[in-house]
Structure formats: structure tokens, C-alpha cells
């Protein structure tokens, strides 16, 4: 699956924050694995926004997905937990997954 950006955005759309997570590539889980619900949403085509709420499951789901990683790629998966918390503690914030 191919996701290739993560923003964090103002509930107008306008972009806060963002990294590429392309080397997450071949890294997400597939619908055959169990236990990551959002994760396992993504869509790889298209967008896939979460908000304050839903951010709290999805870092609970990275941090998982960090220990079956390789060491490259938990650079990735911190800068994307960063965001996560941004979103949880703003207001109106929300992380908008970018497929290609």
C-alpha cells in the first residue's frame, strides 16, 4: 500500500504541519492482520482524514506498528506520532493521510 504524506491540518483544510511517509511502504498492515482498525482503513488511493478523538486509537496503533519495523523506518513512524499528538492537544486539528 502506498500512503505517501501526513498532514495535519485546521479544520479549513489548511496546512499546520507534514512529512512523507513513503518509506512506510510495504510497512502498513493489511486487512488480514488483526488489530489496527484505523490503520488498516487507509486508503491508499485516495485521503483518509482523523480527528482529535480518533487520534488517541491511531497512536496507540503506530507506536504497535514501530516495534515490527525497520530502524529507518521508526524515524518515520516518530515524526508521525509527533503529529499525532499535535492533533490531540489542538483544537480543531485534524491528520489527514494522503494516498497517491
Not at 483544537?91 to 493521510?97: A, C, E, I, V
Request: a negative charge; one cysteine or more; hydrophobic letters at 40%.
Amino acid at each position: 500500500m502506498t500512503v505517501r504524506n501526513l498532514f495535519l491540518e485546521s479544520e479549513g483544510g489548511g496546512h499546520v504541519a507534514g512529512i512523507l511517509i513513503e518509506a512506510l511502504d510495504g510497512a502498513w498492515p493489511t486487512a488480514h492482520e488483526g488489530g489496527f482498525p484505523l490503520l488498516q482503513g487507509l486508503d491508499p488511493h485516495g485521503n483518509t482524514v482523523f480527528n482529535r478523538l480518533q487520534a488517541f486509537g491511531l497512536e496507540e496503533e503506530l507506536s504497535r506498528l514501530r516495534g515490527s519495523v525497520s530502524f529507518g523506518q521508526r524515524a518515520t513512524i516518530d515524526a508521525a506520532i509527533d503529529l499525532v499528538h499535535r492533533c490531540q492537544r489542538g483544537g480543531k486539528l485534524y491528520l489527514r493521510f494522503e494516498g497517491v
